[in-house]
């Protein structure tokens, strides 16, 4: 049964809150593989499981694709690696919260450029304040931030944002997971230089092969799907906005699972994150009963295929030529 109009965006928040869940919980599983393996040698296992998993899964077919889609799934796999990879170097340096609050400049910084009305552009400032308590919350904290370490996750928000852009543009240009699936191949490519001597270590090790193998699953496999599938329903600035939920998750998910205190200071981050997310959430739902309305009184049609710029549902907006 076709999927109707309205369902679509509420669909898109439910994938992206639970592609927030899963990652927090893959980063914890991934830290207690650093002291072994490294975080660059975490990633390209992480890369490469989640690679050989959804290419078993979804069987793409590469060899049909244009010359576009081939560069999307590319370029797709470029911001994989690095988005990845400065990430744990990150993360091995500074406390998780305080990474990922850093880190969500990002897509914050994208969602403020793509945005078109003035309500979005209050929600993403909310958001963003309280991604700026989170980092007050960490330099003023027990553990200070290693510069090296911030400068690692400026570069891996740099590379976030160009995932956002590039995971729209494989939705747009191709069908189903295939793109996903063609990009981690190439990202666990790039990254076999720094993964060979990581794979020559947990061969012999089930229990570290297993730890990775999670961590794929949690921190690849389902959150980079989900997103896939949520940027489809969802316009990439709401997108942006929504993920501001991932760092409050984190820290719940440090408080639970690494006993990272809660500070009151870090509470009220997290419920303004919370705001952003609800109200961004609640004016796309009024916007899109308006653009159904009006697409019925215009033409009658399905607004799914009308390609309006203008209304809260639009394509991708893809990159230039």
């Given amino acids: 049964m076709k999927q109707s109009a309205s369902s ?23 830290a207690q593989l650093f002291p072994v393996l490294g975080p660059w040698g975490v990633t390209s296992l992480r890369v490469a499981i989640a690679a050989l998993l959804l290419v078993v899964i979804v069987r793409p077919r590469p060899v049909r694709w244009t010359r576009v889609q081939w560069l999307a799934a590319v370029l797709f796999g470029v911001s994989l690696a690095a988005m990845n990879g ?31 009305r003035l309500a979005d552009a209050a929600w993403v400032g909310v958001a963003l304040l309280g991604m700026v308590l989170l980092g007050v919350d960490g330099l003023i904290g027990a553990d200070p931030l290693d510069p090296l370490g911030v400068v690692f996750i400026l570069i891996a928000a740099a590379f976030w944002a160009m995932y956002i852009r590039m995971s729209a543009r494989v939705g747009a240009v191709i069908p189903g997971t295939s793109g996903l699936a063609v990009g981690l191949v190439v990202a666990a490519v790039l990254l076999i230089p720094v993964g060979v001597p990581a794979a020559v270590t947990v061969s012999g090790d089930m229990q570290l092969l297993l730890l990775a193998a999670v961590t794929a699953v949690l921190s690849s496999v389902i959150p980079y799907s989900f997103e896939l599938a949520a940027l489809r329903r969802l316009p990439q600035r709401v997108f942006g906005v929504l993920l501001s939920l991932e760092p409050a998750f984190a820290t719940l998910a ?68």
């Fill in 8 to 30: 679509r965006p509420l669909v898109g928040v439910a994938l992206v809150v639970c592609s927030c869940l899963s990652l927090p919980f893959g980063a914890a599983v991934a």
């Fill in 86 to 116: 400065f990430f744990y170097a990150a993360i091995d340096r500074i406390p998780l919260g305080p990474a990922v609050a850093i880190e969500f400049l990002g897509p914050l910084v994208l969602a403020a450029a793509l945005t078109r």
């Fill in 254 to 321: 440090g408080w639970l699972i690494l006993g990272q205190s809660a500070t009151p200071l870090r509470m009220l981050a997290i419920a303004l994150v919370v705001a952003a997310s609800v109200g961004t959430t609640l004016g796309v739902r009024r916007q899109r009963r308006r653009a159904d309305a009006a697409a019925r009184d215009d033409t009658g049609a399905d607004d799914e295929d009308r390609g309006d710029e203008t209304g809260p549902f639009t394509a991708p907006i893809p990159l230039p030529e």
